[in-house]
């Protein structure tokens, strides 16, 4: 081979290498700083608010009532849920 094919195999492989070790690096990098920032500022934990129909079942007062319109209540939920993913797909 010639000077210049040398030359030019060997800038190509220096660069590759340039490349990957960078490459490595910033995804050490990135997983370090993850890292700090879950376990020094970990994510705030939401406080919900009981809900009114959890109440009553609790108490003991319609638990039975309750209970059946919390299904019909996710029934309807997953029902449209499921019409709108299928809207979406065919327009």
Known sequence: MSDLMMEGLNLALYGMGFVFVFLIVLVGLTTAMSAIVVRYFPAPVA???PRSGARKSA????SKASSNDEQQRVVAA???AIRQHQNTRRG
Do not use: D, K, L
Request: charged fraction near 10%.
């Open 47 to 49: 406080s919900v608010p």
């Open 59 to 62: 108490r003991g007062s319609g």
């Open 78 to 80: 997953i029902s449209a």
